[in-house]
C-alpha cells in the first residue's frame, strides 16, 4: 500500500514513521510512505506558498495553486483516482471502521495543513473525505497523519506477525482487551490470578472473555452495542447489571 503526504514538513512524517512496525514494514516494502512538499510546487522564485487571507483575519493561507501541481503529479501515476483525504479537526472522526476501508485501497493521499488553512477552492476540487483524530485541536495534520497511517498499515497484509494480528481481531470484535500478567508470580504483595497459573485452557478463556466484558462495560459501555454478544456473554455482563438495549 502506498501512503503520499503532502506537507510543509515532510521529514516530520518520514521520521515518525520510520521506527518500529512501521519502518519495518516500510523496509519489506509492504507500505510506502512518500511524503512531498508542497514547496516544490511554488508558483514564485521565494518557494512561498502561503499568502494572506481575503478579507482579513489572522495567518496566512496555502494557495490552491501549488497544493494542485502537487496533487496532479501524484495522480499522473497511478491507475485510478485515489482517495484524498484532508486531514481537519472539522472532518469526520477517525474509527477503526476507516482504517479497514482504507487499508483495502493501493494508493492514499493526505493532505494536511499546518497552523494554516488550504484555499477552499481546492479543496472542493481534489478531497474525497475530510477526517479528524478527535475532538481537541493540533498545530498541525502531521501527527494525525502519523496516526492514520500507522493504524491503516497495521491492517496491511503481512506488516503485523500472527500472534499480534489475532489481539486485533479482538478489537474488531469491539471488546477491549483483557488483563495480562508476566512472571514474577508476585509483584509488591500482589499475585496473578491463579485461573491463569492453572493450565486450564478452556477456563482461562473464560476468564478472559468475563474480563473484556466487564473491562468494556466499566470504561466504554457505548461499545458494547456494536460487539459480537453470545447469549453466555449477555448473561454475564448482566450479572455486572447491564441491561442490554431492544435494538
Ligand atoms: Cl486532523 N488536525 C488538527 N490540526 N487538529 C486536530 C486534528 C486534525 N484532529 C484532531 N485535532
Known amino acids: 500500500m502506498n501512503f503520499h503526504i503532502l506537507t510543509l514538513f515532510p521529514e516530520m512524517i518520514l521520521s515518525g514513521l520510520s521506527h518500529s512496525i512501521t519502518g519495518r514494514a516500510m523496509d519489506k516494502g509492504q507500505i510506502s510512505v512518500n511524503a512531498v512538499d508542497f514547496r516544490e510546487y511554488a508558483t514564485n522564485k521565494y518557494k512561498h506558498v502561503d499568502d494572506y487571507p481575503y478579507g482579513g483575519g489572522a495567518g ?4 490552491a495553486e501549488p497544493v494542485y501541481l502537487a496533487y496532479e503529479d501524484l495522480v499522473k501515476k497511478m491507475e485510478k483516482k485515489p482517495r484524498v483525504i484532508y486531514v481537519t ?3 469526520d472522526v477517525f474509527r477503526q471502521s476507516m482504517a479497514e476501508e482504507l487499508a483495502k485501497e493501493e494508493d492514499v ?3 494536511c495543513g499546518h497552523y494554516e488553512g488550504i484555499d477552499e477552492r481546492v ?3 481534489i478531497v474525497t473525505d475530510q477526517v479528524s483524530i478527535g475532538d481537541y485541536v493540533l498545530t498541525g495534520g502531521e501527527l494525525p497523519v502519523m496516526v492514520m497511517i500507522d493504524a491503516i498499515s497495521r491492517l496491511v497484509p503481512g506488516v503485523l506477525n500472527n500472534d499480534v494480528s489475532a489481539e486485533f481481531e479482538s478489537f474488531n470484535d469491539n471488546l477491549l482487551e483483557y488483563p495480562q500478567y508476566t512472571r514474577p508470580a508476585e509483584y509488591h504483595g500482589k499475585k496473578v490470578p491463579d485461573v491463569l497459573l492453572s493450565g486450564h485452557h478452556a477456563n482461562i478463556e473464560k476468564w478472559r ?7 468494556t462495560l466499566e470504561r466504554r459501555p457505548d461499545l458494547l452495542q456494536e460487539a459480537n454478544l453470545t447469549k453466555k456473554d449477555l448473561k454475564y455482563l448482566k450479572s455486572l447489571g447491564y441491561e442490554a438495549d431492544s435494538k
Not at 496566512?60 to 494557495?63: C, P, S, T
Open 209 to 215: 472473555r468475563e474480563q473484556s466484558l466487564k473491562r
Open 89 to 91: 479537526p472539522q472532518g
Open 60 to 63: 496566512m493561507l496555502i494557495q
Open 109 to 111: 493521499i493526505f493532505l
Open 123 to 125: 479543496l472542493e476540487e
